[in-house]
């Protein structure tokens, strides 16, 4: 059985016209998948949907074979905010990374020692009583994905989580969501990230589903990507060590 398995989907914010149409996939456990679209695709509202945030209109979500239900607390899927302010609430930054383990009611030293690893993890030890809206932009990114990993979900839905990183923290968090067993999909406008991470990835433009397939073969189709508003990666466009500069001529 699939972990997540989204059939004819289709979603609307409440007073507008469908944002997502009859959206399928399947996702097994433990696979990682790219989700890239421009601007208003969308990916953010399937992320809603798939959290059981946002009800579908029509079409069947199941997760382990379940029907997600809207409200319905559901420890299996994490949620990482696009925006951190819009999922750090607690005062201060340890309290609000154990908030998803308090809430699964888990023993008070599990939870401080999944707290310690998500923060030790997500190079936050030593900030644990920093008011959250003293954090920096990146530190707050990482908060919430440590806020996620505490739950230690079957999935992590990940929504930009590069967005606001520096050049070290992105390496790291790559690092970090490379080595973890669950099922992520991480939607993003860095594709060199994707391509890191995810073996396949999904291609979603104005609510629908365009490509679903290896990630080497969708980001690296010129056609598909130019048609979608986007870029096909630089680690994937043909180009010589002349191009970076390494060349006698750009060296004397
Ligand atoms: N809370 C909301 N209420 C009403 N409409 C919304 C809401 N959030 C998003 N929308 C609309 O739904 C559509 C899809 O938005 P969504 O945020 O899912 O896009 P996205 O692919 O995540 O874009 P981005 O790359 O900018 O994050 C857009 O037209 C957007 O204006
Ligand atoms: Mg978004």
New binding site residues.
């Given amino acids: 059985m699939s972990l997540l398995e989204l059939d004819t989907v289709s979603v609307g914010?409440?007073g507008?016209g469908p944002?997502l149409e009859d959206v399928s996939f399947t996702l097994e456990r433990g696979a990682r998948v790219g989700l890239v679209?421009?601007?208003?695709?969308?990916?953010?509202?399937?992320f809603h949907t798939i959290a059981g945030i946002l009800p579908p209109q029509s079409g069947a979500l199941r997760l382990s074979g379940q029907p997600v239900r809207k409200g319905q607390f559901q420890p299996d899927v994490a949620l990482v905010f696009?925006q951190a302010d819009d999922q750090l609430f607690c005062p201060t930054l340890i309290e609000d990374v154990a908030f998803g383990a308090r809430n699964l009611g888990l023993p008070a030293p599990e939870v401080a020692a999944r707290v310690a690893d998500a923060l030790d993890a997500c190079g936050l030890s030593g900030l644990e009583d920093r008011p959250v809206t003293q954090l920096s932009g990146g530190e707050k990114r990482r908060a919430c994905i440590a806020g996620a990993l505490v739950m230690q979900p079957a999935l992590m839905l990940l929504?930009?989580p590069s967005a606001a990183l520096d050049l070290r923290s992105r390496r790291r968090l790559i690092t970090l969501l490379a080595g973890m067993e669950q099922a992520m999909l991480i939607?993003s406008?860095d594709l060199e990230l994707l391509l890191d991470l995810c073996p396949r990835v999904i291609v979603?433009d104005a609510?629908r589903i365009c490509a679903d397939g290896p990630a080497r073969e969708v980001l690296g189709n010129a056609a598909l990507m130019a048609a979608h508003g986007q870029e096909v990666p630089h680690s994937l466009t043909p180009h010589d060590a002349a191009s970076h500069g390494h060349s006698p001529q750009a060296t004397a």
């Fill in positions: 914010w409440p507008q944002v679209g421009p601007n208003g695709a969308g990916k953010t509202s399937l696009q929504d930009e939607a406008h979603l609510g």
